[in-house]
T-cell receptor, first 112, second 111 residues
Framework: EAQVTQNPRYLITVTGKKLTVTCSQN?????MSWYRQDPGLGLRQIYY???????DKGDVPEGYKVSRKEKRNFPLILESPSPNQTSLYFC???????????FGPGTRLLVL | RKEVEQDPGPFNVPEGATVAFNCTYS??????FFWYRQDCRKEPKLLMS???SGNEDGRFTAQLNRASQYISLLIRDSKLSDSATYLC????????????FGAGTRLFVKA
């Protein structure tokens, strides 16, 4: 089954404790993105990747890091999480730059 | 001004009604356009792509007006199952690939 998976789905952590949210797709898509969704603000792009080893900032990259060492994986790293990073996070992938994006199920993060 | 703006919701309509959503975008470098549907904080799912020639998929019709930088979605014969948030999405290439989501319009279809 073609899909985007994210782990963990739910996470409660404390300020400053490094964490990684994994994202994996099995569709051989070149493009992958991370978004956060907050009430009243909609989805905002954090980082995106056009291919292996090619990443770029979206609209809200501060406090996040990403890597793309393999085509299928695009982990989101929070080196020192803060409460303002409490949010719902979605990973997405697409075949090409202007193509439909397929989303993972989301990761709910609470930073205390 | 937001780069992608949608009608503020919520829209409350009876079953069988026709409802129209509007979306405007500000960046002329915008290249591809979509409507996504999102149910109660689940992942967004593609409803349809939007083309200048307009496109229809069953009860749903989407249109793009590049000159006015305007996108629309029309839902005919609304069903209870159409209740969701509808997201207008614009991809643009401004030296980097960027995806901008509208804040979404909530639709409630009631019996």
């Amino acid at each position: 089954e073609a899909q985007v998976t994210q782990n963990p789905r739910y996470l409660i952590t404390v300020t400053g404790k490094k964490l990684t949210v994994t994202c994996s797709q099995n569709m051989n898509h070149e493009y992958m993105s991370w978004y956060r969704q907050d009430p009243g603000l909609g989805l905002r792009q954090i980082y995106y990747s056009m291919n292996v080893e090619v990443t770029d900032k979206g609209d809200v990259p501060e406090g996040y890091k990403v890597s793309r060492k393999e085509k299928r994986n695009f982990p989101l790293i929070l080196e020192s999480p803060s409460p303002n990073q409490t949010s719902l996070y979605f990973c997405a992938s697409s075949l090409g730059l202007q193509e439909t994006q397929y989303f993972g199920p989301g990761t709910r993060l609470l930073v205390l | 001004r937001k780069e992608v703006e949608q009608d503020p919701g919520p829209f409350n309509v009876p079953e069988g009604a026709t409802v129209a959503f509007n979306c405007t975008y500000s960046n002329s470098a915008s290249q591809s356009f979509f409507w996504y549907r999102q149910d109660c904080r689940k992942e967004p799912k593609l409803l349809m792509s939007v083309y200048s020639s307009g496109n229809e998929d069953g009860r749903f019709t989407a249109q793009l007006n590049r000159a006015s930088q305007y996108i629309s979605l029309l839902i005919r014969d609304s069903k209870l199952s159409d209740s969701a948030t509808y997201l207008c999405v614009v991809n643009m290439n401004t030296g980097g690939f960027k995806t901008i989501f509208g804040a979404g319009t909530r639709l409630f279809v009631k019996a």
